[in-house]
């Protein structure tokens, strides 16, 4: 493995290298994250791939961030590109790698937020030369090693908890709204996360026999920014998580970074007179929500005594040259045209200002709940130490084989960089019933079962029906795989 030289080019790190460098004529590049369409094969040069912190047709696995990393492939040869930083300079929030028969640039956008000389001492590209008929995944997985090895150091005793099948109430949530109002926006399925729709859909999964053993509370609980839960919507969200408790459930609740419903202006970042996003570099916004969190994950009296958070909208982390602004889920938008500088209170940015968010709410929740669990969708090993499980997200549009097959490419990658992380298969899968049972049923394969669906299963957004009903039968089959799931569990012990 060697660095190569890099250079400055206005803000941006170009590192250019020429096939004569890497031993071979490369005519294949390969992204480590699935594409939009489920697509992992390489593609042909030329080809230029923009690995970053929004998702791209490219990188439509939603992991916020990935590996900014790459292979080239030639005829008999492959060779793994890696950007790699030091602590506290992961200051970006794209990388472009541009690779043809002829040349190889790679260039990391500091979006005029860091002087590139510095940085330049703190930022690197290493090649990294396959062994032994090495396929790229595990070429990827070995440099990890080499370059973040913490990451292999930071095998843990995992609760037995955190690996009990999970149910999260999104699917839902939708199919609910769907049902009740006809088609429509996903977004309305906020005003239906309700404690008593919880506890009737729990009750269907509870009278299946379905063995959850954690229950995601998703959007909707509260506002995205103040994480104070909605007094009409949850009356008694403390009476709720003790009920799951006395059941042997643990609750997690859904938590959006970035969105800043219910704060107030000087905490959050504006582009111009429109307000962006929380700005995770304010003092008294950090401290506000450390209080926040505590709050919400603590069993003392006046608090909620939840055990974990789902974090979402991660990619929400504010950028120069993609400006996406949002108070709530479903109420987030582009913004097309801002000639200006973001300004920030504090210091960093790119992945870094995620890292900084990420890690106050996993070191606050210890704190409370040591064995708290934050399961986030990050698969960067630079981030191995502020969350505990990854979630593979939302399955998007369906592939033409199997469901199972497109997550394991996600599970795969998240394997390949943090191995001593749980997978949380996630269950957001819509429009097609049979490939959804099919994928409840056997995702135990790749990680831990979720489900997201008790009564209705949601078809369609746009067209009648929107929803079928969900057979008890159907059901009793994701029973007995499951707890095959669990009894294996046990065994293990």
Known sequence: MRKVIPHIKKTYIVFRIKPVEIGFTPEKIWCPSPSNDHRTEPYDIPCKIVIGNRITSQTGAKFTPLPFSVALIGKDKKVLLYIKAKKGWHLWNFVEFKATSSSIEVSVDLEGHTNPAKALKNISLFISPECNGENPMQMLSKATEILYPQVVKNKRNIPDWWLMPIYCGWGDQVATSLFMEGPGPET????????????????????????????????????????????????????????????????????????????????????????????????????????????????????????????????????????????????????????GDLKIKGKGWGCELLYQLQKDIYTTAKKAKPDALINSSTVHPYFYDTFDMVRLHDTGTLPEGTVLEAMKARADLARAVLPYHPVDTDNWVYGNYEKWLEYTMNSYKIGIPCIFYSERFVLSFTKNPTTCEIPEIDLKKIVSIWERYIDNLKKMK
């Open 188 to 339: 309305r399925a906020l005003a239906y996360c309700t404690q008593g729709l919880y506890e009737k859909w729990i009750s269907k999964l509870e009278e299946a026999g379905i063995p959850i053993g954690i229950v995601i509370i998703d959007a909707g609980w509260s506002p995205a920014g103040t994480l104070e839960p909605y007094k009409n919507q949850w009356p008694d969200l403390r009476g709720f998580i003790e009920r799951q408790h006395k059941k042997n459930r643990k609750v997690l609740l859904w938590f959006a970074t970035f969105l800043y419903e219910g704060l107030p202006d000087k905490w959050c970042i504006f582009a111009g007179k429109t307000k962006l996003v929380a700005d995770p570099t304010n003092q008294e916004y950090r401290h506000f929500l450390k209080k926040q969190i505590f709050r919400l994950i603590s069993s003392d009296k006046g608090c909620f005594d939840a055990d974990g958070f789902k974090i979402d909208q991660l990619s929400y982390v504010p950028s120069e040259r993609s400006l996406r602004s949002g108070e709530q889920c479903g109420r987030t938008y582009l913004l097309k045209k801002f000639k």
